[in-house]
């Protein structure tokens, strides 16, 4: 039985020849019929394989573009379903593609250690140490004093016990979060004493709304939570980003837990990390519109959007402005600016790409017309008149 697998060690990739040697075992295969389904693998993989001078980059624009059209082109809320609100459809393909900094629904999936998922209490414990928290949303009022010169802020005492708050770790907040501003405890909340630069009633309003966006709790950018379970494991669904201070928090478990922004991933777990990104988030998005379209194309953009360390989008001041070629440049968008900026510098376009042996009318390096032929002719000879 070793042999036969031995026989295709060069002709198959290792994974697949150790997925069929697993099936076999469990289904209790003969040699023959190992043997049988091996030769229809090997079918199947090379009828699978890429011919030399295939248009890749231009199938996989067709593969996309044409599923697309089906899309929904909303963002949308599933109702009666509970979950953080997310772009989907076709906005979000675009949003990743571009590479937008900032997606328009930031969102993170947060998955914790085994100890802290034994119970539902602590998991919504655990989700409300992430959850943002500012002083506004435990306060009932905040007033203007204009003899004092001071912000009254009057607390919510059903809030502070729902939510388990300390006062003095709220005054201690409040004392390094509001610099050059005098902050003492009364028997309803705070004062909040303005310096004498913003005495006046312009900055008293000033330091209310800064008062009121202090955040007392939790890790900023997340401004709701949602503990749910998926595929078997708890998830607490963040509407809101912060990678960097998220993995600073004992409970989380840091290789699982993922963000729906493709910047924040690059610059905090590394371009690969990227990469991966961009190839679920893509995946996701086809998944749930019910597109079936081959990993492969999602792999190939992932890698050209990253492959220079930087997360680039398929935009003209990303990939498609960056091309080697002056004309393949200026076919894209704004062509006289490329074809000046070339001329200045002297650029030397070797018409390698499609698009530039289109515009000179000439054979295009795909398919056939990739190898260059060379042809011998033999000279006949000529003899001597009689």
Request: with cysteine; net charge positive; proline share 3%.
């Amino acid at each position: 039985m070793v042999d036969i697998y031995l026989k295709y060690k060069d002709e198959l990739p290792g994974k697949i020849i150790e997925d069929v040697k697993k099936e076999a075992e469990i289904n209790k295969l003969t040699s023959a019929e190992v043997k049988k389904v091996l030769e229809e693998v090997k079918h199947e993989y090379v009828n699978s394989l890429i011919s030399p001078g295939e248009s890749v980059g231009i199938i996989t624009a067709e593969s996309f573009g044409e599923p697309g059209t089906q899309m929904t082109l909303n963002v949308f809320h599933m109702a009666g379903v509970a979950e953080v609100q997310v772009t989907r459809g076709l906005p979000r393909l675009i949003e990743i593609f571009d590479a937008r900094k900032e997606p328009s629904t930031p969102s993170m999936n947060v998955y914790l250690k085994s100890e802290y998922t034994k119970d539902e209490k602590t998991i919504r414990k655990v989700a409300s140490f992430i959850k943002q928290m500012t002083l506004q949303e435990i306060s009932s009022e905040f007033s203007l004093n204009m003899m004092k010169a001071a912000v009254e802020v009057t607390l919510n005492s059903k809030k502070l016990r729902d939510f388990g708050f300390k006062k003095a770790d709220i005054l201690e907040t409040l004392k390094v979060k509001l610099k050059d501003v005098n902050v003492k405890e009364c028997t309803k909340g705070f004062v909040l004493e303005s310096s004498k630069e913003e005495g006046d009633l312009t900055g008293l309003y000033r330091l209310r709304q800064k008062a009121k966006e202090v955040i007392v709790r939790g890790i900023s950018g997340i401004t709701q939570v949602l503990p749910t379970k998926k595929d078997g494991k708890y998830v607490i669904q963040c509407a809101g980003t912060n990678l960097k201070e998220v993995f600073k928090l004992k409970e989380i478990e840091p290789k699982s837990t993922v963000s729906n922004n493709l910047f924040e991933i690059a610059s905090i777990l590394g371009i690969e990390a990227a990469k991966q990104a961009i190839m679920n988030e893509c995946l996701a998005v086809l998944e749930n519109q019910g597109l079936d379209i081959d990993i492969r194309h999602v792999m190939f953009l992932s890698e050209l959007m990253t492959h220079t360390g930087n997360v680039k989008g398929i935009t003209r001041g990303g990939i498609s402005g960056e091309k080697e070629s002056v004309l393949a440049r200026a076919s894209f968008e704004t062509p006289i600016k490329h074809i000046v900026d070339a001329s200045i510098t002297g650029e030397v376009d070797k018409i390698r790409s499609v698009i530039e042996n289109v515009m000179i009318n000439q054979p295009i390096p795909m398919g056939t017309g990739l190898p260059g032929l060379v042809a011998q002719i033999k000279k006949e000879k000529v003899g001597k008149k009689k």
